[in-house]
């Protein structure tokens, strides 16, 4: 696990191991959050000091669990953490579901600038017409229970969800079991030491 101090691009290069391409197109995406976040909310403005570590490795550290070519799925991207980023790193194409225009905007002119592999879907999530997706990850959506109900219409029949949960985990799971059964995996988070990443596969809901 890395230390919680403040991450530089740097350091964010050497922890990761990223190839000084994906380095140099992650720093532009870097600029264009800190620009694009004096007009509007993308991201908490607690978290910009420590960018590196609060967004981009927390987002790039689910790209264990990509596999090249699978139809991936962000849930309410927001500013693309993870699925822009993941799209990024791992070439993979990811399509982002984000139902406020404004932040559409601006995936898609990290997008353009990045040449990110990446679809906008601008709407809700519900309205995705198509099914199958080989990964599904969401990040500060909401709680497991609806989280499940999001993906599971969507998620392809050896498909796995990845939602990344913070110190409310062991609630949210309670509830979700009362209503769902599931195979899961819980992965401490390399960014934040409260953190968890929910690996589950075979949602169902208990009849």
Same mark, same amino acid.
């Given at each position: 696990?890395?230390?919680?101090?403040?991450?530089?691009?740097?350091?964010?290069?050497?922890?990761?191991?990223?190839?000084?391409?994906?380095?140099?197109?992650?720093?532009?995406?870097?600029?264009?959050?800190?620009?694009?976040?004096?007009?509007?909310? @993308?991201?908490?403005?607690?978290? $910009? =000091?420590? !960018?590196? &570590?609060?967004?981009? +490795?927390?987002?790039?550290? %689910?790209?264990?669990?990509?596999?090249?070519?699978?139809?991936?799925?962000?849930?309410?991207?927001?500013?693309?953490?993870?699925?822009?980023?993941?799209?990024?790193?791992?070439?993979?194409?990811?399509?982002?579901?984000?139902?406020?225009?404004?932040?559409?905007?601006?995936?898609?002119?990290?997008?353009?600038?990045?040449?990110?592999?990446?679809?906008?879907?601008?709407?809700?999530?519900?309205?995705?017409?198509?099914?199958?997706?080989? @990964?599904?990850?969401?990040?500060? $959506? =909401?709680? !497991?229970? &609806?989280?499940?109900? +999001?993906?599971?219409?969507? %998620?392809?029949?050896?498909?796995?969800?990845?939602?990344?949960?913070?110190?409310?985990?062991?609630?949210?799971?309670?509830?979700?079991?009362?209503?769902?059964?599931?195979?899961?995996?819980?992965?401490?988070?390399?960014?934040?030491?409260?953190?968890?990443?929910?690996?589950?596969?075979?949602?169902?809901?208990?009849?």
């Amino acid at each position: 696990m890395v230390s919680t101090t403040t991450l530089s691009a740097a350091e964010f290069g050497r922890t990761t191991d990223v190839s000084r391409e994906t380095l140099a197109r992650f720093e532009a995406y870097e600029d264009l959050l800190q620009h694009w976040q004096k007009r509007i909310n @993308l991201v908490s403005r607690t978290t $910009l =000091a420590d !960018v590196w &570590r609060r967004h981009f +490795l927390d987002s790039l550290q %689910l790209s264990q669990w990509v596999e090249p070519g699978q139809p991936a799925l962000d849930m309410g991207s927001g500013a693309g953490f993870p699925g822009m980023v993941l799209a990024i790193a791992c070439d993979t194409p990811f399509v982002l579901a984000e139902s406020d225009s404004r932040k559409c905007a601006f995936l898609r002119e990290v997008r353009r600038v990045t040449d990110a592999p990446a679809e906008i879907h601008e709407g809700r999530v519900e309205a995705i017409d198509h099914a199958g997706f080989g @990964l599904i990850v969401a990040r500060a $959506l =909401a709680p !497991v229970t &609806r989280l499940l109900e +999001l993906a599971r219409p969507l %998620l392809g029949g050896e498909g796995k969800c990845l939602f990344m949960k913070g110190a409310q985990v062991a609630d949210e799971l309670d509830l979700a079991r009362a209503n769902w059964t599931m195979e899961l995996n819980q992965h401490p988070s390399v960014a934040d030491p409260r953190g968890v990443i929910l690996e589950i596969r075979n949602p169902d809901r208990v009849v």
